[in-house]
């Protein structure tokens, strides 16, 4: 019997996905209350919802005005030689979260 692969490429999975709402209480009503997502976390300015099926959170925040895609990786540093090296480019430095780290 052979053991299953693991799966290859640089990016894990999609860690959360961040929506900019004009209000928090709004865009809690309408996620939480309306779509039935699971509030998970929450400060004045900002609230992690679950999907389902998936611990990939919701975010919803009042700071920006641009929605984003955060995707995890298992080493920050390696990943940004990775992309580099494959003609990438690091756009922000230090904004970088290093939970896993």
Not at 64 to 72: A, F, G, K, N, Y
């Amino acid at each position: 019997m052979t053991q299953p692969t693991q799966p290859r490429g640089l990016l894990r999975k999609v860690d959360c996905v961040q929506l900019p709402v004009p209000d928090l209480e709004g865009g809690l009503a309408f996620y939480r209350d309306r779509l039935g997502h699971e509030l998970v976390w929450r400060t004045e300015t900002a609230a992690g919802l679950r999907l389902a099926d998936s611990d990939t959170e919701l975010v919803l925040h009042t700071q920006r005005s641009q929605p984003e895609v955060d995707l995890l990786v298992s080493s920050v540093d390696q990943a940004a030689t990775q992309v580099t090296r494959a003609g990438g480019r690091v756009v922000v430095e230090g904004a970088v979260d290093r939970r896993g780290e």
